[in-house]
């Protein structure tokens, strides 16, 4: 599931050759599924274990990470499934998880959204009516643009020129 694309089998292959664990997708994720506590306090370790770099400044706004993969249920006919994350940064744990069949594409609408929380996320949700979703409840957007050209909308809802506006910073 690294990186939501879990061709075939890849995640049950690559944990039996690499001798971790010889069992399905579909259980591996089960048994990450239950070691959530265990990440968690993984990932404090990690934190503590290097103050000068903390992974996020402590007084800064509240930032949640977004992301979305697929899993499928073993077998030729298979169910596939879209699993929805949401990992708060600070506390360092799931914010939400949502399960839906694979026709609901990655969106901010999928998420509950908190006013004042910025939402960081892959160009999977870069689309005007998610973030307009995250506008209208006072939380904030921080999205990798995508390749293909798309038009940006200002609060108002009017096209956003962002390459004009950007020469004029300095």
């Known amino acids: 599931v690294a990186g939501g694309r879990d061709a075939g089998g890849a995640v049950d292959r690559r944990a039996r050759e690499g ?25 404090l370790a990690c934190r503590v274990q290097d103050p000068l770099h903390p992974m996020v400044p402590t007084r800064s706004r509240r930032v949640v990470l977004l992301d979305a993969t697929h899993v499928k249920e073993p077998g030729v006919t298979g169910a596939r499934w879209r699993i929805h994350y949401a990992f708060d940064m600070a506390r360092l744990e799931c914010a939400e998880l949502k399960v839906t069949d694979e026709t609901i594409g990655e969106t901010f609408k999928n998420f ?29 957007a921080l999205v990798r643009m995508g390749s293909q050209k798309r038009t940006i909308l200002d609060s108002e ?14």
Not at 120 to 134: S, T, V
Not at 157 to 170: A, I
């Open 112 to 140: 509950s959204v908190q006013s004042g929380v910025v939402y960081m996320a892959d160009r999977g949700y870069w689309q005007n009516q998610g973030i307009q979703y995250l506008r209208s409840r006072g939380a904030h």
């Open 157 to 170: 809802g009017r096209p956003f020129n962002l390459q004009s506006r950007l020469r004029t910073l300095k």
């Open 19 to 43: 001798k971790i664990v010889a069992v399905s997708d579909v259980a591996l994720l089960k048994r990450l599924h239950a070691c959530g506590e265990w990440f968690r306090w993984l990932a």
